[in-house]
Structure formats: C-alpha cells, structure tokens
C-alpha cells in the first residue's frame, strides 16, 4: 500500500509539472503568449505600369518629304533614370535593321494636386518642353508626348520600312543598336485603322542566341508582362506584423523584364491619413528557408526552386524584417502609423529606395497594425 501512495504520489507531481511547463512555454487560443499578430492580404493593383502609344507614319515606306512622315509617343508610367537615359529605336519588321531617333521633341506634363478651402481635391497641370536625342526624367504624375519624324533616324530617311519603335535603357550614346535593356515596344502590325498601337513592356528580343539568355527571347522575339498598362497574371500574398517582424509573402509574378526587379516599400500616414513618409523594405527574396536574393531573376535564375524559365513566372517570393532594424518603424509601438505595403517593379537604372511609378501589388494595413 505503501509502495502504491508512492507511485501515485510521483503521478501528481510530475502531471502538476508538465502542467506547468505547458503553461510557462505554450500558448493557447485563450491564453496566447508573446506579440499579437495582425495581417491582410494584397491585392493587385498593377497601377501606373509602363504604357502609352505609338502613331505610325502615314505610309510603311517613306515619302518624298521624310522629314513629314512623323512618329509621335505617347508614354506613362517611367521612372526617373540615373544609370542610363530612355532612347527611342527605328527597326524594320524584322528587327534586323536599327537607326535612334536623335532629334525628339518632348513636352512632359506634371499634374499637381492640392486641396482647396473646403478640402476638395484641385488638380493642376503643368507642361514642359524639351528636347534632345535621349531622356530621363520620369515619374507617376509624369505624362509624356515625343514627338520625331523618319528623317531624324538617317538609316530610314530612304525606303527601309518603318515597322517597328523601340524605347531602350542606354547607359550611355546610343550605338548601332540598341543595348539589352529594351522594355517598351510598338509594332505597325499591332496598330488600329489609325496606325496607333499600344505599347508593350516587357522584354523585346536581344539579338543573341536563346541558350545564352536564361530564358529571355531571341531575336525578334517578344517576352510581355503587360500590354498598354495591363498585366494578364493575377500576383496574390499576404503580408503579417507580429511585434517587432514583418513578413510578407507573395506569389505568381511574371519574371521581370531585362533591366527590371522587384522590391517592397512601407508607407506611413499621418493623423489624417495622408501620405507622409516612405520607408524601402529592400529588394525581393526567395521564401524562407533561403531567402536568395531575386534581383538578377531578369537576367539568371538564382533561385531555381520558385523561379521558372517556363512558364517565365516567379512561383513565390518573400521578405521578413525587423523594426529593429529599420529606424523609420521603431517606437514603443513598432510599424505604428503604416497604413500601406507596396510590391513595385522599378528599373536597375533607376533610383533604389525611391518609390517608383509601377505598384504590382499594394495591402491597406488594417487599424489593429497602424494604430496599436
């Protein structure tokens, strides 16, 4: 008898343990232990992405008066370059034959916004002329109308058929042809009954074989992630804040054109909900447990395990930060007053860590995030 109060005696005790264990180093839903987390998913936006229209001369082979025959652009949607300048291609069908266009007239307008007396919105548009054999400036509230003619590319001020406009990222003067960067595109034979066709961005064929492009499109060839502003793949994530971490992850992207990459932004609101700060959450990674680093995923597969050469997609892609580690998101309340996330495709070109014109996916952070 003795030997049995002994033995239930241990029972107890040691149940009374493992209860307390459980206690001390498990949560549960009616006792969780740590942070609080809150997310919400992203929804596609793909606003504001490369776009516009080309209007083709008149007639496919030059006219007695070139210098008539004109090519006017109409584009959106750039951003601002620092590591290289826009320039606009002459090439026949076939792509075999390339002149720049070295005499552009571009009027860029801005449209302002501001709020008059009783808080309603006033937009005001101011406009700009330029000129010159190439161009750099951009941005969302930029509009640009460029202006050329046939006789401005030498190579097609005589019967060479002007078929095709290209719009490449150079780094420097334009050469014979244009250099690997070639996002934006127009085709005579892509054009409505008044010769006007809708730019394409993406990737236009390089000129170099296949097999030495990671999948990008061989001559005369087209890689499109968006026709005239419009994207036909639907990306979806989810973005999560517990205490101090953020993670995001997301998926089904079109790999980026050549010259492109993905990155993330956060953006801070004030009392009244306006924007008020941006704060750059880092070029896109592959997802946990990896973590490699996708910015070359336009030109190589780094990640071969959520990146595909075909279909030519990014299967999944991932960020985890730290306020700890980000000054703009510290506080006795980390990530207070972020109300929005943004995945952006920008240009390598371009300015990192400033936000660009092209939003693919964008989050509303909910209350229980920005004002905890």
């Known amino acids: ?74 584009l959106a949607g750039l951003d601002t370059l620092t590591g290289g300048s826009y320039t606009v291609w002459f090439a026949n069908d076939s792509a075999t034959r390339f002149a720049p266009a070295t005499s552009l007239n571009i009027v860029a307008t801005r449209r302002d916004s501001s709020f008059n007396a009783a808080g309603d919105p006033v937009f005001t548009n101011v406009s700009f002329t330029t000129s010159g054999a190439q161009f750099r400036n951009g941005g969302a509230a930029i509009a640009l109308r460029v202006a050329t003619s046939r006789a401005a590319a030498a190579a097609f001020a005589g019967t060479d058929s002007l078929n095709t406009v ?20 127009a ?12 730019i394409r961005f993406g990737t236009f064929g390089r000129g170099i074989p296949v097999a030495a492009q990671a999948g990008n499109p061989g001559p005369n060839q087209e890689y499109v992630v968006a026709t005239n502003g419009a994207m036909t793949i639907i990306p979806r994530g989810r973005i999560e804040v517990r205490g101090k971490i953020l993670v995001m992850n997301d998926s089904n992207y079109f790999r980026p054109p050549v010259g492109y990459y993905y990155n993330a932004y956060g953006i801070k609101l004030d009392t009244l909900g306006r924007f008020r700060d941006t704060l750059y959450l880092g070029r896109r990674q592959s997802p946990f447990p ?10 190589s597969n780094p990640a071969p395990a959520v990146v595909f050469d075909s279909p030519r997609v990014i299967f999944a892609m991932g960020t985890r930060l730290s306020s700890d580690s980000l000054p703009k998101a510290q506080g006795t309340k980390p990530w207070i007053d972020f109300g929005f996330a943004r995945v952006n495709l920008q240009p390598k070109a371009g300015i990192e ?17 920005r004002g905890r």
Do not use: H, K, Y
Request: with cysteine; aromatic share 4%; hydrophobic share 45%.
């Open 1 to 74: 008898m003795q030997r049995l109060r002994s033995s239930l005696l241990f029972a107890a005790v040691a149940s009374a343990a493992l209860v307390a264990a459980c206690g001390d180093e498990r949560s549960i839903t009616t006792e969780p232990a740590g942070e609080l987390g809150f997310g919400t998913n992203f929804l596609r936006t793909s606003t504001n992405l490369p776009r516009g229209t080309v209007t083709f001369p008149a007639t496919v082979v030059a006219s007695a008066t070139p210098s008539a025959d004109s090519v006017i652009l109409t």
């Open 166 to 185: 290209i719009i490449s990222i150079e780094s420097g003067a334009p050469g014979a042809a244009p250099g690997p960067v070639r996002p934006l595109w």
């Open 187 to 198: 085709r005579r034979s892509q054009a409505n009954a008044t010769r006007v066709a809708g």
């Open 290 to 299: 990896e973590r490699l680093s996708l910015f070359d995923a336009d030109i």
């Open 353 to 369: 860590g400033r936000m660009g014109s092209a939003t693919i996916l964008e989050a509303t952070l909910p209350p229980s995030i």
